[in-house]
């Protein structure tokens, strides 16, 4: 399994960024797969999930209305589309994939149950 991410970097407040995620070794049938991020010194935190299975969708209340996940399965890629950024948004930004076909909303957007990560790609928001 191998995530790649891409599509981060430097953008105003209210401004808008597509983050992307190529993931191979797997297909989004039997995996759930989602975006976190992380400052220094918090814990990582979900953002945005989604198990492709089940349906189920994971936003973070923060995110909520200006976020929004895709997947494009025939190439195996998932999206972030980041509107409306603030700076608060500002971390590094993981794609993760978890094996799974069947998902609680809340479970979906907890990275403990993440087996697979990327390398990250850093957002910042200017004010």
């Known amino acids: 399994v191998q995530l790649v991410e891409s599509g981060g970097g430097l953008v105003q407040a209210g401004g808008s960024l597509r983050l992307s995620c190529s993931a191979s070794?797997?297909?989004?049938?039997?995996?759930?797969i989602g975006w976190f991020r992380q400052t220094p010194g918090k814990e990582r935190e979900g953002v945005s999930c989604?198990?492709?299975?089940?349906?189920?969708?994971y936003y973070a209340d923060s995110v909520a209305g200006r976020f929004i996940i895709s997947t494009d399965n025939a190439e195996n890629i998932v999206y972030l589309q980041m509107n409306s950024l603030k700076p608060e948004d500002t971390a590094v930004y993981y794609c993760a994939a978890a094996y799974g076909r069947s998902w609680f909303r809340d479970i979906l957007g907890s990275p403990a149950f993440y087996d697979y990560w990327g390398q990250g790609t850093q957002v910042t928001v200017s004010s």
């Open positions: 989604i198990s492709d299975s089940d349906g189920t969708t």
């Open positions: 070794g797997f297909t989004f049938d039997d995996y759930a």
